[in-house]
């Protein structure tokens, strides 16, 4: 079927129809090879469709979510003055409209969520779902005695005006430790952990709900989720 091409570039999550005419005004959209100016143009699948020879992914019937192992180092943000950042591995899919389910910090390695399915970016970060992250950490320091009390019943940040959720935190060997968190503040675990007498060194999110980081996403590479994974993730449940 076919559709306008203003329409088209604003349904491959391109901007407002408005902000595609713009495109297509100033000459930055070429079809089969050739640049037009025609807003009404009339396009279909089995058209190319680039923006400054960069070809536009098509929008797809199922949406799209995808899996990554976030290195360290990288910013979420998609300002590119703040290089390197995750849209910079997110090359071969760079024609749809991807959020990411929460933001990990640059220090912060881990399993990072990016889906164009609004009802499940919904779904996740609204914060009565209270999604369960979880994060692997060694830190430096002596906590208080009482730091998993004190996590369990909701920490009182210092610079918060209402207490953190309540969270789980485990102490391990001398120096490790996870957390699972049921909502996303800035630098929360960091913050958590300095307020207990500690400052975290290493951080990882090893999990979103019951979808474990997949063994075979090594730092920096992507896929897209499974079947068996949506399921997981769609669950909420909260990891072992």
Request: glycine share 8%.
């Amino acid at each position: 079927m076919s559709r306008r091409l203003d329409a088209w570039l604003a349904s491959c999550g391109l901007g407002s129809r408005s902000e595609t005419r713009i495109l297509i005004r100033k000459g930055q959209v070429q079809v089969n090879g050739e640049t037009t100016k025609q807003l009404a143009l009339q396009v279909g699948p089995d058209d190319l469709i680039e923006i400054a020879g960069k070809p536009v992914i098509p929008p797809r019937s199922i949406p799209l979510t995808l899996l990554l192992h976030k290195p360290l180092g990288y910013s979420c943000s998609h300002d590119v003055r703040e290089q390197p950042i995750i849209d910079d591995l997110l090359t071969q899919w760079s024609g749809h409209s991807l959020n990411s389910v929460g933001r990990l910090d640059r220090d912060t390695s881990g399993l990072l969520v990016l889906t164009d399915d609004g009802q499940l970016l919904h779904r996740l970060i609204h914060p009565k779902r209270k999604v369960p992250k979880r994060y692997r950490m060694t830190y430096r320091g002596t906590l208080d005695p009482r730091a998993v009390e004190f996590v369990a019943a909701g920490l009182q940040l210092p610079d918060e005006d209402k207490p953190c959720l309540p969270a789980r935190l485990e102490l391990q060997q001398p120096g490790a430790a996870t957390m699972i968190l049921h909502e996303g503040r800035y630098h929360q675990v960091r913050r958590m952990i300095q307020a207990l007498g500690g400052e975290v060194e290493t951080l990882h999110r090893d999990a979103v709900g019951s979808l474990r980081l997949p063994a075979d996403l090594a730092p920096g590479e992507l896929r897209e989720i499974r079947e068996d994974e949506l399921a997981l993730l769609q669950g909420l449940d909260s990891p072992d």
